[in-house]
């Protein structure tokens, strides 16, 4: 069972930036595609990016490609987001997520996290 932690949220002006970390239980880097997804107010939760096993590719939202990346740190066993230019229609529940396989589809994930809120004022 991994458990995965999510840190980094808050409330930033638009323009501004945040950094989310997602700290692992155990060795994700051999096993584990991490994704982030978030869910905004009242909305389906959706894909933002993910970065494969050891390789180290990535995908991305084309709502956040140029703006956000995704990095992995193996030796910490943590994942994260750097998010840059944030917008208001970025603000969200921003959840990471480990999986199998690299994939932008929510159920193909087998742990996640509770989540850490992202505020993005006007």
């Known amino acids: 069972q991994v458990q995965l932690v999510e840190s980094g949220g808050g409330l930033v002006q638009a323009g501004g930036s945040l950094r989310l970390s997602c700290a692992a239980s155990?060795?994700?880097?051999?096993?584990?595609?991490m994704g982030w997804f978030r869910q905004p107010p009242g909305k389906e939760r959706e894909f933002v990016a993910v970065?494969?096993?050891?390789?180290?590719?990535?995908s991305y939202a084309d709502s956040v490609k140029g703006r956000f990346t995704i990095s992995r740190d193996n030796a910490k066993n943590t994942v994260y987001l750097q998010m840059n230019s944030l917008k208001p229609e970025d603000t969200a529940v921003y959840f990471c997520?480990?999986?199998?396989?690299?994939?932008?589809?929510?159920?193909?994930?087998?742990?996640w996290g509770q989540g850490t809120q992202v505020t993005v004022s006007s």
């Open positions: 997520a480990a999986g199998r396989a690299m994939s932008i589809i929510t159920i193909t994930y087998n742990y």
């Open positions: 155990e060795r994700t880097s051999s096993s584990y595609a």
């Open positions: 970065i494969t096993r050891s390789v180290g590719g990535t």
